[in-house]
Each structure stands twice: as structure tokens, then as C-alpha cells.
């Protein structure tokens, strides 16, 4: 079946590390994208990306990376630089641009981040 | 560019209806719903498309009035998996925004 893979489910991390978060689909969905959520608060984009080698920052971009070298893939790395990581991270995908089309998101089963 | 929900929390007995709204500021091309259960991912319900193109959920309903960018989801006779926080996403331009968020519980 196919859906969006997200490891690992939890995620711990000692401060002025960097980790990556892993983010694999075979959906063959061109959009992928990554949301941040907060305890009771809705989500935020962290980065998006709608073709290969190619991505834009979201809202909260600063102290992210990521990269798009595969279609099936959109790993994000949280740096040193975020000074309050301990979230939890969503992966999404979708076929279209967002008002391109009628499809939704597909979204993993997300990563919970926790610095300690 | 958040769009903003209404209400914010909902408590419903099984078998009640309920209604909720989303308003943006901004000009909508569409309006996504979603749901989420605590600690899991949201969960794609219904799209509302400008023009009345709608691809969604069978016992789920939702209206969207261009002109007043708000768009409505109704849910009728709510059973105990209802249970949620609902959002409704709009697309501008090349991005996705997710609402405030509704918080609906079903109590038997």
C-alpha cells in the first residue's frame, strides 16, 4: 500500500546537536512538506518542497535544513541554531500545488522530538 | 493568513449535530478539512474547490462561500469516533494554512 513513511516515531536530542528527521513516500507525490506542532496549537510549515532539488521555506524555516535529491524523499534536519525543537514534526505529501487540484495531503504518522 | 475557527472547543452527546467554521482574510482557491485524534497524524476529510467541486467523506458535509471566504463542515448524528480536533486548511498562492482549530468531543 502506499502511504508516507516517517522514522523515528521518537526522537531524543541532547542540546547543539543536529538530528534529521527521515520522510519517505511512494506515492509518487510531486509536494512534500513539513509541518511542526505544538502541544494544543495547530501546525505550522516548516518547509515545502514541489519538485526535486528544489524547496522553499515555510513560516518557521529558521534553524531547519532539508533537502529534495530523490522524489521520494524529503529528510528535514533540526540544527543547533532551534532554540526550542521539542515538538512534534509532520511529514505531508500531495499530487498538486496547493490550488491546483482536488487532492489532500497524505501525512505520516509524525515524529515526536524531544530535547533534553 | 491563519484562517480562524469557530467555535474553538465543542462538547456534543452522541447523535447531536454540530457545526464548523472557517474564516480566512485572504481570497480562497480551496478549502481543505482535516482531523486529528490526539498524538497522531491529521487525517484528510473533505476539499471544497472554488466553482463547487467537492471530493469528500460520505457522512460529512461542508458548504464554501467564495464570496465571503468562509467555508462550513457539518457533522450530523456524531457518533463517539467524531471525537477530534478538526482543521480546515486553505490554499493561497503556493502554500497550505492550517485554521486555529476546533476541538469537538463526543460524550455517550
Known amino acids: 500500500d502506499g502511504g508516507i513513511t516517517q522514522s523515528p516515531k521518537y526522537l531524543f536530542r541532547k542540546e547543539g546537536q543536529n538530528v534529521t528527521l527521515s520522510c519517505e513516500q511512494n506515492l509518487n507525490h510531486d509536494a512534500m512538506y513539513w509541518y511542526r506542532q505544538d502541544p494544543g496549537q495547530g501546525l505550522r510549515l516548516i518547509y515545502y518542497s514541489q519538485i526535486v532539488n528544489d524547496f522553499q521555506k515555510g513560516d518557521i524555516a529558521e534553524g531547519y535544513s532539508v533537502s529534495r535529491e530523490k522524489k521520494e524523499s524529503f529528510p528535514l534536519t533540526v540544527t543547533s541554531a532551534q532554540k526550542n525543537p521539542t515538538a512534534f514534526y509532520l511529514c505531508?505529501?500531495?499530487?498538486?500545488?496547493?490550488?491546483?487540484?482536488?487532492?489532500?495531503?497524505?501525512f505520516g504518522s509524525g515524529t515526536r522530538l524531544t530535547v533534553v | 493568513q491563519q484562517p480562524v475557527q469557530s467555535p474553538q472547543a465543542v462538547i456534543l452527546r452522541e447523535g447531536e449535530d454540530a457545526v464548523i467554521n472557517c474564516s480566512s482574510s485572504k481570497a480562497l482557491y480551496s478549502v481543505h478539512w482535516y482531523r486529528q485524534k490526539h498524538g497522531e497524524a491529521p487525517v484528510f476529510l473533505m476539499i471544497?474547490?472554488?466553482?463547487?467541486e467537492q471530493k469528500g467523506h460520505e457522512k460529512i458535509s461542508a458548504s464554501f462561500n467564495e464570496k465571503k471566504q468562509q467555508s462550513s463542515l457539518y457533522l450530523t448524528a456524531s457518533q463517539l469516533s467524531y471525537s477530534g480536533t478538526y482543521f480546515c486548511?486553505?490554499?493561497?498562492?503556493?502554500?497550505?494554512?492550517f485554521g486555529t482549530g476546533t476541538s469537538l468531543t463526543v460524550i455517550p
Open positions: 505531508a505529501s500531495s499530487r498538486q500545488k496547493p490550488g491546483q487540484g482536488i487532492d489532500g495531503y497524505t
Open positions: 486548511v486553505s490554499a493561497m498562492g503556493n502554500q497550505f494554512y
Open positions: 471544497l474547490l472554488k466553482g463547487g
